[in-house]
């Protein structure tokens, strides 16, 4: 899991790893007064598949730059 703040970005952003070889981009807001928070995906992407159609799990996930 990586989190970059809002103060660098326009959104904030979750990132998380899956054992699929998925990253999930997520964001957040407030739905409504007492009503929680409300994660949006922003964008999925899926790890190539190696040798033999294998798919690796993602260990880490960071951002850089």
């Given amino acids: 899991m990586a989190f970059h703040e ?29 009503k929680g928070w409300e994660w949006s995906v922003l964008r999925e992407v899926k790890v190539r598949t190696g ?3 294998m798919r690796r799990g993602v260990s880490a996930v960071r951002f850089i730059g």
């Avoid at 070889?21 to 007492?34: D, E, P």
């Fill in 6 to 34: 809002r103060e660098y970005a326009q959104v904030g952003v979750l990132a998380t790893g899956g054992a699929d070889g998925s990253i999930m981009l997520r964001t957040w807001g407030v739905r409504g007064v007492g």
């Fill in 51 to 53: 040798e033999g159609g």
